[in-house]
């Protein structure tokens, strides 16, 4: 296994204290909507709390394209990103029509950051197996 190159670690030494912040959020938010009802400027600031870190997290991915010196891995994150954006917005896409025509049910908005997610995970492994299977002499 290669070794990480440094923008790779500075961006997990950014990555996981921003998704404890998250989990904590979500948590602490989620109880406290439910456990003292607020009302007014109070829900509105519970309500935002668990976003605050997703837009951390946009921001460490962010500082990691700018930082990465590596242009294949720069070119390479970028494009399983833009994968993950392709995935979101057809999924959604269809979703809302699905939705206006009233054959599935309302999706809420914050699912959008995970389908997007998703979509570039599962273009990382992608990119991983055809970077392996070319490395172990499988290519085209």
């Given at each position: 296994m290669r070794s990480a190159t440094p923008a790779a670690r500075r961006y997990l030494?950014?990555?996981f204290p921003v998704m404890l912040a998250y989990c904590g959020a979500?948590?602490?938010?989620t109880w406290a909507i439910r456990a003292w009802e607020p009302q007014g400027?109070?829900?509105v600031a519970l309500a935002v709390l668990p976003a605050l870190p997703i837009l951390g997290v946009l921001l460490v991915i962010g500082l990691y394209i700018h930082e990465e010196a590596d242009e294949y891995l720069r070119r390479r994150a970028v494009s399983g990103?833009?994968?993950g954006l392709g995935t979101m917005l057809s999924f959604f896409t269809v979703w809302g029509f699905l939705e206006d025509a009233g054959v599935v049910g309302h999706i809420p908005a914050y699912w959008t950051f995970v389908v997007w997610c998703?979509?570039?995970g599962v273009a990382?492994?992608?990119q991983s197996l055809r970077d392996r299977r070319e490395l172990a002499g499988g290519g085209r």
């Open positions: 030494r950014r990555f979500l948590f602490f938010s400027a109070t829900l990103m833009m994968v998703v979509g570039w990382e492994i992608a």
